[in-house]
């Protein structure tokens, strides 16, 4: 005996998540009348209520993971302005903390130009002492 299996395709997907949301749905219900009775209210009006509740949910595009999903969306939508704040917060104290120590440098030309003359004056320098100390070398060679 073969077991019948989902397509492969759009429908396919759409019987999966149609038995999700199912169990999904009867889940939310033993949940939500759970803690309706724990707040003190009768077993039948409990399941009522809940029944009623999901039966919104679920009328939502995609079902109960779709209700689920329009709803953390519209709660992001909400947050978002107070994370991109809370970004550009803390951006801002991370510039100033790097324009404290200096790391604002901007090069113009005539710093350029300056640079390269002082790195002209090392490297002659440096030339100069290894002649003078090759020189110094070869002078004590012959005091000696």
């Known amino acids: ?46 399941v009522g209520k809940a029944l009623l509740t999901n039966a919104v949910w679920s009328m939502a595009p995609g079902g109960l993971l779709g209700g689920l999903a329009i709803s953390a969306g519209a709660a992001a939508v909400q947050v978002a302005p107070d994370l991109i704040n809370a970004a550009e917060q803390k951006k801002a104290k991370f510039h100033a903390n790097r324009n404290r120590f200096g790391s604002n440098y901007q090069s113009s030309q005539a710093q ?17 002492v290894t002649a003078n100390m090759a020189n110094h070398a070869r002078g004590a060679q012959r005091v000696y």
């Open 112 to 128: 350029q130009s300056m640079q390269y003359q002082g790195l002209n004056q090392i490297q002659q320098a440096r030339q100069h």
């Open 1 to 46: 005996m073969a077991t019948q299996q989902e397509p492969a395709n759009g429908r396919g997907s759409i019987n999966k998540l149609d038995k999700i949301n199912t169990g999904l749905g009867v889940g939310f219900v033993g949940l939500d009348s759970y803690m309706r009775m724990k707040e003190g209210e009768s077993a039948p009006v409990a």
